[in-house]
């Protein structure tokens, strides 16, 4: 069963994404967090494979967390999530070490199908 953690501090997007993801991966086990320090909190306590982290969350910033996680936890995935359509935001996403990189308005739910299928495969 795959954990996943959704990092985003926008309640509406959180919970819609999350509808979402239920509706196309019922099997998924999805946790939620709204700040960095949550999200720590849980990849400390929690074993998980994935995580969508939102690029600008209140206090740590999610490129800082992102940095962060892969440091300790280099096998959990980690998609970045923002409203930002940028290069800049992109390039900021791969160098902080993220796996992935999805923009909130267009979310590709056929990539982020592939990425949940590879990660049920490999546990």
Known sequence: MLRVLLVEDNRTFRETFKHSLREH??????????????A???VNETPLRLIFMDIHL??????KLTQRIKKDFPDITIAALTGYDLPEYRQAAFQSGADRFFVKES???G????LVKS?????
């Open 58 to 63: 209140p206090g740590v910033n999610g490129l």
């Open 107 to 109: 979310l590709p739910w």
């Open 25 to 38: 991966f019922p099997s998924l086990i999805i946790e939620e967090a709204t700040t960095g320090e949550e």
């Open 119 to 123: 990660l049920t495969q490999s546990d």
């Open 40 to 42: 720590l909190q849980m």
């Open 111 to 114: 990539e982020i199908g592939a």
